[in-house]
Each structure stands twice: as C-alpha cells, then as structure tokens.
C-alpha cells in the first residue's frame, strides 16, 4: 500500500485495493506471521481483549485439524439432519410398524450419541428432531386434533426413551461438575462483531423475511384506516414497547439482542401466524431460529465452573452454523427462485451486496489455506509432504535438519520420538498404561498418549481435571507429583511399587524425560533392565534416542 501511494500521488487511497490484488495474484504476501491470517479468524469476538471468546467455524476446524469432539460429530449431524429430512418427505406415521421402529431405533442411535460424544450439541439436536417428527405427523392429519396428538405424543416419546435408553450406561456412570449454567456478567458480544462471523447468512435469511413479510405489511397498512380505534391503540402502544425494550437492550450493551429482537418478531409471525407457506419455507424459519437462538442463548448465560464463555461460544456457533448454513442456503434458493419479479432499484444492490459478501467470506479459505500451510516447524522449510500428522517431527525432508522443540531454553529433538511413536502404535496392542514426562499445558508433554491413544499415568493436566471435576484437584497435583517423584527416584524398590500400583507396562524415556528429571533418577530403568524388571524393547538407553521399557514383572 505504501508502494503505490508513492508511485500514485494522485490516487493514494487505491493502494487497498492494489495491495490486495498483489496479495490474490501472489505478487506479495501478507504481512505479519502466518497464523494471524487463519488462526486470528477464529477469535473475532472482543480481538485481543480479556473476555474474546473461541468462535470457531467448520472450515476453520478441518484446517486446523484438531481433534477434538466437535469436529467428529459433524459426521453425525449430517445422519441428524438426513434423518429429519426423511421424515418431511415421507412422515413415520405413513410407514409400515417395521420400518418405524427401524427408523425410530437408528436416530435414537444417531441422536443419543450426541450424549456421549459431544453433550453440548444433544439437547439442541433432540429438540429438533421432536419439533420435526411432531411436525411431520401434524402435517398428514392422522385423524382428529386430540387423536394426533396422541400419536405425536407417543413416537415422541418413544424416540426420547430409546434416545436415553441406549446411552444410558454412559450417562449413568459419567459424572461431571459442569451440570449447571450461570448468568454471564462479561463483555457482551459487539453488534459488528457477530456480523463478522454471522454476517453471510443473517443477510441472506433476513432478506427472505423482509420479502415475506412486506405484502402482508403493505396489505395492513392500506386497512389501517378500517382498523378500529382499540386495535390502532394496541398496535401503536406496542410498537411504542418494542421500540423502549430495544432501546433498554441497547443501553444494556446486548447489541446483538436488539437486532435479534426484530428478527425474532418476524420469524415468530412467519413460524406462527403465516399461513400457506410450503414445507421449504418453515423448514428455513425453523432452522434459522434455533441456530439463532443458540447465538443469543451464550450473550445470558454461561457453563458454571468453565474457564470464562470460550467453551460456551464456541460450542454452540459451531452448532449454530450448520443450522445457519442449511437455512441461508434454503432461503438463498427460495430468493433467487423470485427474483426476476423484483424491481431493478432493489434486485441490484441486492445482488452487487450479496457478492461483496460471498467475496469477503470466500477470501478465508482462499487467503487462510495457503497461510496455514505455509505455518511448519520454526527453521524447517521443506518438511515431508504427506498425510501422516506426525511427520512434522521429523523436521527436513531429507533428513538434514531434525525438528527442534524449545523447551524452556532446553532443546528437544523431537524427531527421535516419532520413531518410538511409531513403534507403539506398530507393536502395542490393546490399552496398556503407559507413562512420560507431564508438562504444564500446550508443552510437549504427553505426547505419546496424544498420538497413540494409549492411557498414561497423568495426562494434560487441565483436560484431566476436567473430566475428574467431582473430585479434588488436589488429587490430580498428587498424581502430577508421583509422576515427577518416579522419574526422580534412585530408589528401585520405590519404582517398583509406583509401576504396580498403576499398572503400567511401558515406560518413556526420552530428550523430555531427560530435560525435566534428574540424570540420577533415570539410571536405575538401567538398573531395573539388569535385574529383569524391565527389558528394552525400542531404542538403545542413550541420548540418541528415545528408549521405551516395557515392564516384564510386578
């Protein structure tokens, strides 16, 4: 940009737009460090400020490849939704008695395993599926209004139980401290914030509800003047409200709540009071709501005992925009479908805004993708170019330079624990209790058990905590400490009963180990392998590798 206000006197201000065409073209790149052009992304909300929250977005997961339960259940909301999607072209209570419980026993498979796999997504998706069951049914009027009812009544509640019922020795044995929400008395998401993550399909589904709702605005106002006076008061004394409850939103800095209040205005008369509209359309109401309901719900309140709203946030914009997603594309169908019949003035701007915006969000994965790429190992630059995500610990290609890790001022080279890695998930079979060097989070501790799956003594030392919630955290620095103290530890009699106690069969002793315990310490696994405690069963005992001992009695 400076560039070309230099060369460009006259036209300063086109050096935006020259810069980023040079960016697009890939004549520069883009300045700052290669994470802030895909990773920033994924904390628009409040940047930098003490409250941001993770709003993280599907395509944002795919690329950073972390593997964590929201993105495994996305499989599964693809089940949900088909499933759903089934029921409104053919209802279950048209079905033959095999085919509904066959039906009703895969989504109670699909939709309970929401309980177990990603709890945050299993209340909004078992809604859902009520809402579109009772639907479906309602719609093919099975007989008189009580008797639909009834049958409503029992598919419902035979979907819930069988829902429950098949999970139930997961939820009966599962037990966790965050059971509870609490108000939220944070930062409040800002208006132009949302819009950033939102902004696509807000714009796309409220231009559907404008049109929807503009014949029958223009029909009330041209019967204003037969209105009577008693309902003209009614009408103006709420408009009057709406206009005051807004304004108190406003005040109250839930900016996204004013804009929602509108928004759910409409789409309450669309779902509850328009009549005539096809499945298409209710089907796009619904949706859109539940996922922006879920968008407000984390403006109120917030999981009790979390670290701030980022769990909150983020879950439940991960959640919403697949709901988001499936219902702008519905409207962008049903708005495009008409729009021959709108007026030049309007169809326009409707379109050159709605390009800006598919533009603008286009640019992530095209700008973010090359970005995160081109983000390897400090001071490696040709790492090996396969699908194995472990192979960024080998460091170069060829093999010349090995991938360093700093840890704390000491240097791990982390490509000789790739190779016993390698070994476990090769050789090990089954779940045997293995045991490593613990660090604090987001080090490089632990990472045997992150890349075999493999239980360890102690594992990432808040996600243990979490998932022990109930107990102590006490308990978990004792288990922490007990680990250090092993690796520590001249005393063979004492290794001996920390390695029953927690039956452990493999043991890791790498540059980490080495790093963080005592040389002392580390010499009895020698000791243990000479009295046949343990035998060697990768690497050679020295600096050159990382050793894995395998415990051969108790």
């Not at 993280?56 to 259940?73: C, K, S």
């Not at 909004?124 to 479906?136: D, K, Q, Y």
């Not at 719900?297 to 999981?303: A, G, K, N, Q, R």
């Not at 039956?503 to 010499?523: F, Q």
């Amino acid at each position: 940009q400076a560039n070309w206000a230099e060369e460009h006197p006259e036209n300063p201000s086109g050096g935006k737009f020259a810069a980023t065409w040079d960016v697009i073209t890939g004549k520069t790149e883009l300045p700052g460090n290669n994470s802030q052009w895909y990773f920033e992304a994924s904390r628009p909300i409040l940047n930098g400020e003490a409250d941001t929250p993770i709003a993280e977005f599907p395509y944002f997961t795919f690329l950073y490849g972390d593997m964590h339960p929201h993105m495994l259940t996305m499989l599964y909301y693809a089940l949900a939704f088909g499933w759903m999607l089934s029921l409104l072209i053919y209802p279950i209570n048209r079905m033959k008695w095999p085919e509904r419980i066959l039906s009703l026993c895969i989504a109670a498979v699909v939709f309970g395993s929401f309980s177990a796999s990603h709890t945050w997504d299993f209340y909004p998706f078992l809604g859902l599926a009520v809402i579109t069951l009772g639907w479906s049914i309602w719609q093919t009027k099975p007989g008189p209004t009580k008797a639909t009812v009834l049958v409503i009544a029992s598919f419902v509640v035979a979907f819930v139980g069988l829902a429950v019922a098949f999970y139930s020795p997961f939820t009966h044995w599962f037990k966790t401290e965050y059971m509870s929400i609490i108000l939220w008395t944070g930062a409040k998401t800002p208006l132009g914030d949302y819009l950033i993550v939102f902004g696509l399909s807000m714009f796309i589904v409220i231009s559907l509800l404008v049109k929807e709702s503009l014949g029958d605005l223009k029909r009330a106002y041209r019967k204003w003047p037969d209105f009577k006076t008693l309902t003209k008061i009614l009408v103006l004394i709420s408009l009057v409200l709406i206009y005051l409850v807004s304004s108190l939103i406003w005040k109250s800095n839930y900016q996204v709540l004013r804009l929602g209040l509108f928004i759910l205005i409409g789409l309450g008369y669309q779902v509850f009071f328009r009549r005539g509209q096809s499945k298409l359309q209710m089907l796009t109401w619904i949706l859109f709501s539940i996922g922006f309901l879920l968008t407000l719900l984390v403006e109120f309140v917030v999981l009790k005992g979390d670290v701030g709203r980022s769990n909150m946030v983020f879950r439940m914009y991960i959640e919403a925009w697949f709901y988001f997603g499936i219902s702008s594309a519905l409207a962008l169908t049903l708005l495009l479908a008409g729009i021959k019949k709108w007026p030049q003035w309007a169809s326009i701007p409707w379109i050159i805004v709605l390009a800006l915006l598919v533009i603008g969000s286009l640019s992530y994965p095209y700008l973010a993708t090359g970005e995160r790429i081109a983000d390897r190992w400090p001071n490696i630059t040709n790492p090996p170019k396969t699908l194995d995500g472990a192979a960024f610990m080998l460091g170069e290609a060829d093999a010349s330079a090995p991938a360093i890790y700093d840890d704390e001022g000491k240097p791990l080279n982390i490509s000789r624990d790739y190779e016993a890695i390698k070994f476990m998930q090769d050789n090990v079979s089954g779940s045997p209790v293995i045991i490593e060097g613990n660090t604090v989070e987001y080090k490089w501790g632990s990472r045997f058990s992150v890349q075999t799956g493999l239980p360890s003594v102690i594992g990432w030392n808040w996600h243990t905590r979490q998932h022990n919630s109930l107990l102590d955290g006490a308990w978990i620095t004792k288990r922490i400490d007990e680990v250090a103290n092993f690796y520590n530890t001249i005393d063979l009699e004492a290794a001996r009963k920390f390695i029953a106690k927690y039956n452990v069969e493999y043991i890791v002793v790498g540059d980490l180990e080495r790093a963080r315990y005592n040389p002392e310490g580390l010499t009895k696994f020698q000791n243990l392998v000479m009295d046949g405690s343990l035998a060697i069963v990768f690497g050679d005992n020295t600096e050159n590798t990382t050793t894995i001992y395998k415990v051969t009695t108790k």
